[in-house]
């Protein structure tokens, strides 16, 4: 038996959310000292400088917190299959394009050849969805996702009703919990978060 679960987070765009994931992380890591995170990066999350911040220091980061380099291309992440290293993955934020095309299967960024490597093991693969169209063009993504075998969502809302009548973002608090229940092969409810 593993000292240690091994949990694939994927991180893609939605570059608002990374502050909060950053801090979620650091949360579990102190309290939970049976989990470790392998960090892999899409494209844009690994190349893309935004108001929110630099890529070279999301990247550093993420290896500070986790102890391991960062994934960045497709040819790193498809050995995440055979060898079977993780436990679980969790892609956080998972944007409406990773929604997208993680329902249709295409797997043109290393989040997503993750994800579908990894899928193939039949472990758990849990979103944490952050779009302003989940409850527009996304919304049957999520559906469709929400009823795939392996796949199970953070609980999540609407982050600005008003403003944002579209938006959806899985709460950060429910990320362990999320990842626990995964790993029993159940959903974290209710997975409409109550505010």
């Known amino acids: 038996m593993k000292d240690k679960l091994t949990v694939g987070l994927g991180v893609t765009g939605s570059f608002c959310t990374h502050r909060t994931l950053l801090k979620a992380i650091d949360d579990i890591l102190l309290t ?5 995170f ?6 844009n999350a ?22 391991k380099k960062p994934i960045e ?15 679980a993955m969790i892609i956080a934020p998972c944007t ?4 997208a095309k993680l329902n249709l299967g295409i797997t043109d960024t290393p989040v997503l050849m993750a994800a579908k490597a990894h899928l193939r093991n039949n472990k758990p693969l849990i979103l944490f969805i952050s779009t302003n169209d989940a409850l527009g063009n996304n919304l049957k993504n999520i559906a469709d996702l929400y009823n795939k075998k ?46």
């Open 32 to 36: 939970d000292d049976k989990i470790e």
């Open 38 to 43: 392998l960090p892999i990066l899409s494209y």
């Open 46 to 67: 690994a190349n893309t400088d935004t108001r929110f911040g630099k890529a070279e220091d999301l990247k550093k980061e993420l290896e500070k917190k986790t102890g």
């Open 73 to 87: 291309t497709i040819t790193d992440a498809e050995p995440v299959g055979p060898s079977g290293i993780l436990d």
């Open 96 to 99: 409406g394009n990773t929604l």
């Open 150 to 195: 392996n796949i199970t969502f953070v609980p999540f809302a609407q982050d600005d009703p008003v403003k944002k009548p579209n938006s959806l973002i899985s709460k950060p608090e429910f990320i362990l919990p999320a990842i626990k229940e995964a790993l029993k092969g159940k959903q974290l409810q209710p997975v409409i978060a109550k505010d």
